[in-house]
């Protein structure tokens, strides 16, 4: 069965500063995706980034960057230049690469920006 | 830009009682999802829906769950006889085609409440 675990329930960063949120994860698959959705106050869930696992080059959204170790299977989401409109849940999530498309969700990360 | 609706946005109901809870997704996609985050809990996969016809569910989704497309536009989640821990917020997604490069694009949620 496969996991996703995010070790820290909140974080906090000043504006402008740069965070890094942690997200590990365990499957015996090869073939998957890595994902991390933004949830802010009252509002949907919206996708941030995606990670290809046969992909080695790690994404790169803007301000947005992962730190893709496959063999360590972590999944670790760099903000930079952190903003006040950052705050939000961020949660880590997996997909296997067939039909079935399910996402499985870390218990996710609170952040919060302070100016 | 289109976005996945869902009404009501929270629904009370007494235990045993059924509840229906709708979604509308995104005109052109295909497929279709309930999640669930029972609060300060993980988002859990509920169910996958394509075609008409169920493509996966979860353990959690027993005999007291239904889903239905009745009309092209709705995707609805019934709960036939509601349990005090059914009590969550219910997400649905949608996406254009299946497999990690498709976007699942996720609604408000419907905070579910039984007493």
């Known amino acids: 069965a496969q996991t996703v675990t995010q070790s820290q329930p909140e974080m906090s960063v000043q504006e402008a500063e740069t965070v890094t949120l942690s997200c590990t994860y365990d499957?015996?698959?090869?073939?998957?995706?890595l994902f991390w959705y933004k949830q802010p106050p009252s509002r949907q869930m919206i996708l941030v980034i995606r990670?290809?696992?046969?992909?080695?080059q790690n994404a790169t959204e803007n301000r947005f960057s992962v730190n893709f170790q496959k063999a360590a299977k972590s999944f670790s989401l760099k903000i930079s230049d952190s903003q006040l409109g950052d705050t939000a849940m961020y949660f880590c999530?997996?997909?296997?690469?067939?039909?079935?498309?399910?996402?499985?969700f870390g218990t996710g990360t609170r952040l919060q920006v302070f100016p | 830009e289109p976005e996945v609706t869902q009404t009501p946005s929270h629904q009370v109901t007494q235990m045993g009682q059924e509840v229906i809870l709708r979604c509308v997704p995104i005109?052109?996609?295909?497929?279709f999802y309930w999640y669930r985050q029972i609060l300060g809990q993980k988002v859990e996969f509920l169910v996958s829906?394509?075609?008409?016809?169920?493509?996966?569910k979860s353990e959690i989704f027993d005999d007291q769950f239904s889903v239905e497309r009745p009309d092209g536009s709705n995707f609805t989640l019934k709960i036939r006889s509601t349990k005090l821990e059914d009590s969550a917020m219910y997400f649905c997604?949608?996406?254009?085609?299946?497999?990690?490069?498709?976007?699942?694009?996720f609604g408000p949620g419907t905070r579910l409440t039984v007493l």
């Open positions: 990670q290809e696992a046969y992909k080695q």
């Open positions: 997604a949608s996406s254009a085609l299946a497999g990690g490069l498709f976007e699942q694009f």
């Open positions: 499957t015996s698959e090869n073939n998957y995706y």
């Open positions: 999530a997996f997909s296997v690469l067939d039909n079935t498309d399910k996402l499985i």
């Open positions: 829906f394509y075609n008409n016809e169920i493509s996966e």
């Open positions: 005109s052109n996609h295909l497929y």
